[in-house]
Nanobody
Framework: QVQLVESGGGLVQAGGSLRLSCAAS????????MGWFRQAPGKEREFVAA????????YYASSVKGRFTISRENAKNTVYLQMNSLKPEDTAVYYC??????????????????WGQGTQVTVSS
């Protein structure tokens, strides 16, 4: 059993910052990549950022590039998403996801095997 638990969401004004955390646990947990996705009401879940577990390659959606930073702390099996210069358009439920084995694609939700429960991020204008 693999568990992913997000935390750090909340309400923030436009221009503010939040840092999301995702803690992974489970027997012999390992992943090829971890990512963040978000889903706004009435919208499809979309890719936000990802980081490979072997090597530190990072990937970002164009909408967040330059504002968000994904990182990980391997010793704690934790991945972070630092979100700066937040905009109302960033309002969504943010989900942490883990890719079990290597895949050339890290930007599609269909390539992830484990998901957290989500954490709400609300950005007010």
């Amino acid at each position: 059993q693999v568990q992913l638990v997000e935390s750090g969401g909340g309400l923030v004004q436009a221009g503010g910052s939040l840092r999301l955390s995702c803690a992974a646990s489970g027997r012999t947990f390992s992943s090829a990549a971890m990512g963040w996705f978000r889903q706004a009401p009435g919208k499809e879940r979309e890719f936000v950022a990802a980081i490979r577990s072997f090597g530190d390659n990072t990937y970002y959606a164009s909408s967040v590039k330059g504002r968000f930073t994904i990182s990980r702390e391997n010793a704690k099996n934790t991945v972070y998403l630092q979100m700066n210069s937040l905009k109302p358009e960033d309002t969504a439920v943010y989900y942490c996801a883990a890719q079990r084995v290597w895949s050339a694609t890290v930007t599609s939700k269909w390539n992830y095997d484990y998901w957290g429960q989500g954490t709400q991020v609300t950005v007010s204008s």
